[in-house]
């Protein structure tokens, strides 16, 4: 009995001992990935606390640092973006068989690396944007069956490299800005029909592409930007009456081209930034009834614009950043009550132009960069409780108003 007795403590200890030292490798590499000024992140619930997501983004993590982390056995997610890691870096993640969420964008991998990655079949997401992988660099992804979220942009793919996508029937997310993909790669993806996200930013595709779109039904999320697309060719998006996010960035567009996205009645976020949608275009809008984010960064908007706006009252978001827009204009904001974020900045409203603001209780965040704003508008300012965030800077406000400023709004982060 004293010999089992003396067996079980000296087993007790050795699991102690063991215990301990995972514990101090784990420290230690958590201090490593610390001091190269990375994110560690344990799960605080499940015993023992293990550290379940790595972050070293903009670090100058290289390929034998990555031999640190294998101490992680319960990670699941590493985030390498902005790093020097090479393919042989990647030879260091097949020991993380829990890995689901994987950034590799602008690192050093290439299609040779793809190959680390067969082993990690409970990957959800994968980011390769920004990397040199081809076509041929996909092949090795057709293993990955619970890819979900995936993103290629600014990468050398192909429609050749499409047609490798499509046994990826879990694809819920696919990033194809900047690459080389045509209409004819549009009529690959068809067969995605868990697809609800498609970002085709900057990419060859036509009007001719766009008519392959109604084909993906749950799809609810589009960008367009930067393509060579006019007017006219957003007739196409009539079908897609299910889309609530939608990005026309950088389009060749005017505000009566807008009238061909009245069918699209429940988006609820529109990007328009870096268009000309002038000429009163903005009431084309109107029939947008459940839109709560508006970006209408550089877009020529004019004060007699911001007429059109007042129809959408469910707005929350409204970004007017350097906007032609005077202290006329904001008298037509007064009906936007719900806004909770507006970006004034840029624009040439001064003191007298947040007089109109005040109607706006909800706002939680205000930017007034770089327009003409003093001390003399602490007042109105101070007027909005619900502020947690306002940026003023460039502008004329002194350090003593700000400092009155903070005093009246002591929950509210100020930047000058």
């Known amino acids: 009995m004293f010999r089992t007795l003396a067996f079980a403590l000296a087993l007790s200890g050795l699991c102690l001992c063991s215990s301990s030292r995972a514990d101090n490798a784990e420290d230690k590499t958590i201090a490593f990935v ?46 390498l973006s902005h790093t020097k890691v090479t393919d042989v870096g990647l030879k260091e993640l097949a020991v993380f068989t829990n890995l689901t969420e994987l950034d590799l964008s602008h690192t050093k991998v290439t299609d040779v690396g793809l190959k680390e990655l067969i082993v990690l079949t409970n990957l959800t997401s994968l980011t390769l944007g920004g990397t040199t992988v081809t076509d041929a660099g996909l092949k090795e992804l057709i293993v990955l069956k619970n890819l979900a979220y995936l993103t290629l942009f ?52 036509t009007s001719a592409g766009l008519k392959e779109l109604p084909a993906l039904r749950n799809l609810d999320t589009l960008s367009l930007g930067g393509m060579k697309l006019t007017g006219a060719d957003l007739k196409e998006l009539a079908p897609l009456t299910n889309l609530r996010m939608l990005s026309l960035v950088g389009m060749k567009l005017t ?129 909005f409780k619900k502020l947690t965030t306002l940026h003023l800077i460039s502008t004329r406000v002194t350090d003593r108003g700000l400092k009155e400023l ?6 509210c982060k100020i930047t000058k």
């Open 154 to 205: 600014d990468t050398p793919v192909t429609d050749t490299g499409l047609k490798e996508l499509i046994v990826l029937r879990n694809l819920d997310t696919l990033d194809l800005g900047g690459t080389k993909v045509t209409d004819a790669g549009l009529k690959e993806l068809i067969v995605l029909k868990k697809l609800t996200s498609l970002y085709l930013s900057s990419t060859p595709v």
């Open 406 to 411: 903070q005093q009246a709004l002591p929950k």
């Open 255 to 383: 505000g009566a081209d807008l009238k061909e996205l009245a069918p699209l009645t429940n988006l609820t976020a529109l990007l328009l930034g870096d268009t000309k949608v002038t000429d009163a275009g903005l009431k084309e809008l109107a029939p947008l009834r459940n839109l709560r984010r508006l970006s209408l960064v550089d877009a020529g908007v004019t004060d007699a614009d911001l007429k059109g706006l007042a129809a959408l009252t469910n707005l929350t978001f409204l970004n007017l950043f350097d906007a032609t827009v005077t202290d006329v204009g904001l008298k037509e904001l007064a009906g936007l009550t719900n806004l909770t974020w507006l970006s004034l900045s840029g624009t040439k409203v001064t003191d007298a132009g947040l007089k109109d603001l005040v109607a706006l209780t909800n706002l939680r965040t205000l930017s007034l960069g770089r327009t003409y704003v003093t001390d003399a508008s602490l007042k109105e300012l101070a007027a």
């Open 34 to 79: 610390r001091e190269l000024g990375g994110r560690v992140t344990r799960d605080e619930k499940a015993p023992g606390k293990p550290v379940i997501s790595v972050g070293l983004s903009h670090t100058k993590v290289t390929d034998v640092g990555l031999k640190e982390l294998a101490v992680f056995t319960n990670l699941t997610e590493l985030d």
